[in-house]
């Protein structure tokens, strides 16, 4: 079957989009690795999706989001495509069952956590399996350099290895060229072919302003949602001020749904589904909603505080307008937000010495620690601001890489490993803390910009070839200014 064939047959599209004939082709008939960067929502998945339907094995495809890999297997099995999952909410006898129908050839695509990997049943089995293609999904999670660093995705290579090298395809939506670099150093593909569409979403009206106070912020708001009905997202970097402006909102008569960390599971799920499948619905959230949000019809998408990088405010933006129609993206700038992403910076990037006090600590008494909570280790490691996450990220990063199993929460958190050399590095830690606050700046750059905002953008991912879109503040402001107008 053709490559039209399968996209007519299994997703009812005419055509292809962009460049995914172009990719699709090299992958089937070239059989070579190559690196795909698109936008949010230029359908990235098919550039897998149809190799793995035409191939004769298996493709196993890596993805951080157990959400977003759930919704891409339910969303394949409705047009009849053996694809299944394995992840932390299956059962074992599932995780087994699942993979033994991969191994046997009963399914065509099995999406896998990077973290699989650490399972040795899993590597055992998988390892004797011919596999036809490797996806990469969310790639830039590769690199330390990225905005969102997984331990597990830099042993890629390592495992791709054990699994005979196959073919592979790496997909993102954001990576500069030293991130895109360190994706195939990573992978063991080095030298490979990237294939990138820009920042090619001409609908998307993009435009930032500062404010003073809280004030004004809200206007600003009110007044996008006044001049773009229809849905859209308010992303805010700290609950407590979503709480704020959720009130705010209600105030004034403006029905939202909200999205936090502190919601259950259960919450969060009822939003999410409830967001994607109404009309005319303002979610306000923080940027740990919209992974897997596949609603075409976003209408504006408001940063009411600082993002942390331009990786991650492209990504979020890539959620409005899936359906070509014109929306807004607005970044508004207040200094104060800006000193709220410094002190994220800080507390995401302890020292090393706050790792060695750590690891000491459990390894004297885990007991303790399980028993009593994080309180325990926070007094132990004489520091008592709660506004100081430091020690929920040095957690977080020895799970991540594997020093760690359990967790304080669920009282069952056990030593494993020892401390990688990437968190006693002092010098790498500290290159790795001024690479986040260059990212900050960049966001600030991107504010106080002079040039188009779209060319900004695809400068700073590397892509030197776009011209000025002229649907934004500043090529209006600078169309102003040619004819004579004053600012």
Sequence with gaps: MKNIDVLRTYFSYDNFLGEQEQIINYVVEDKKNCLILMPTGSGKSLCYQIPALIFPEGTLVVSPLIALMQDQVAALKRKNIPAEFINATLSREQKEKNLDAFISGKIKLLYVTPERFRNADFVNKIKNKKISLLAVDEAHCISEWGHDFRPD????????????????????????????EDIL????????????????????????????????????????????????????????????????????????????????????????????????????????????????????????????????YYQEIGRAGRDGKDSICLLIYNQQDLYTQMDFIKWSNPSSDFYYALYDLLQRDIHQANSIG??????????????????????????????????????????VDDLPEQLTDEEFLKDKLMNNNKKLLSVVNYFRTEKCRRVFISEYFGFHDEKDCNNCDVCEENELKSNGFPN
């Excluded at 592979?168 to 030293?178: K, M, N, P, S």
């Excluded at 080095?190 to 993009?206: A, M, T, V």
Aim: glycine share 6%.
């Design 374 to 415: 994080l309180e325990y280790l926070r007094e132990n490691l004489n520091f008592k601001n709660k506004k100081d996450f430091r020690l929920e990220t040095a957690l977080g990063m020895l799970d991540r890489y594997g020093v760690t199993e359990g967790s304080i929460e669920d009282k069952n958190l056990v030593l």
């Design 153 to 180: 995705y830099s042993r890629l290579g390592e495992f791709r290895q054990i699994i005979n090298n196959p073919l592979t395809i790496a997909l993102t939506a954001t990576a500069t060229h030293d991130v895109q």
């Design 185 to 312: 150093n990573k992978l063991n593909i080095s030298g490979s072919k990237i294939f990138h569409q820009g920042i090619k979403r001409p609908n998307l009206r993009l435009e930032a302003i500062e404010v003073d106070d809280d004030k004004q912020k809200l206007n600003k708001i009110v007044k996008v949602l006044k001049e773009h009905p229809g849905s859209g997202i308010i992303y805010f970097a700290l609950i407590k001020t979503l709480e704020e402006f959720s009130q705010h909102l209600l105030d004034k008569g403006i029905k939202h749904k909200v999205y936090h960390g502190k919601l259950k599971d259960t919450e969060r799920s009822r939003m999410q589904k409830e967001f994607i499948n109404s009309s005319n619905v303002i979610m306000l959230a923080t940027n740990a909603f919209g992974m897997g949000i596949d609603k075409p019809d976003i209408r504006f998408v408001i940063h009411a505080e600082v993002p942390s990088s331009i990786e991650s």
